[in-house]
């Protein structure tokens, strides 16, 4: 039922979503805790989401949902974050080039979770390759637990302005 209701969500709401200039990263509907849960994660090409833009598409969307899910729900719309979740082969392509994370099902003579680069995206086979240190490695989707690109915290810090801490009134001694 999740993958149907996902489509036909995705389907009718991204007239509406494009419309208010924002993309659809994913759309998932799940069961956590006992309450179903239609999350849409959203993208725009020109900077970051703030919580009122969410609220926007929220409003702008729930009637259209509510036509198609007939079962009490929630819906929550938010931004994909800092690591973007790998969703589906289009977020794939979408992040070809940058350093991912993945984690398999099962252990490979790589180990069971994997850090490298995003190197191809094959939809024909639905595979993807990772280079790690120079080496591809080739896993089908079909492998994959779960995946995110990941943010390279290091160059934030090294244009970070040093902190004197001496000079912060709590260290202080009086």
């Known amino acids: 039922m999740g993958v149907k209701i996902e489509h036909s969500v995705e389907e009718k709401i991204e007239p509406i979503v494009k419309e208010l200039d924002f993309d659809i990263e994913y759309v ?20 970051t989401i ?9 409003r702008a969307v729930e009637n259209t949902v509510d036509t198609l899910i007939k079962n009490e729900y929630v819906l929550e719309v938010s931004s994909p ?15 070809t080039s940058q350093e991912i994370f993945v984690k398999l099902y099962q252990k490979t003579e790589y180990g069971k979770e994997i850090t490298g680069i995003l190197t191809n995206v094959n939809e024909n086979d639905n595979t993807i390759t990772v280079s790690i240190n120079g080496k591809d490695i080739v896993l089908k989707l079909e492998e994959i637990t779960s995946a995110h690109t990941v943010y390279d ?9 040093p902190v004197n801490l001496n000079k912060l009134n709590k260290f202080n001694k009086k």
């Open 50 to 58: 703030d919580v009122d833009e969410c609220e926007k598409v929220s």
């Open 81 to 95: 974050g800092i690591e973007r979740q790998l969703k589906n082969i289009r977020l794939y392509k979408k992040y």
């Open 153 to 161: 915290f290091s160059k934030d810090l090294k244009d970070a302005k």
């Open 28 to 47: 998932e509907y799940v069961n956590e805790g006992g309450n179903n849960i239609l999350r849409i994660v959203l993208d725009k090409s020109n900077g």
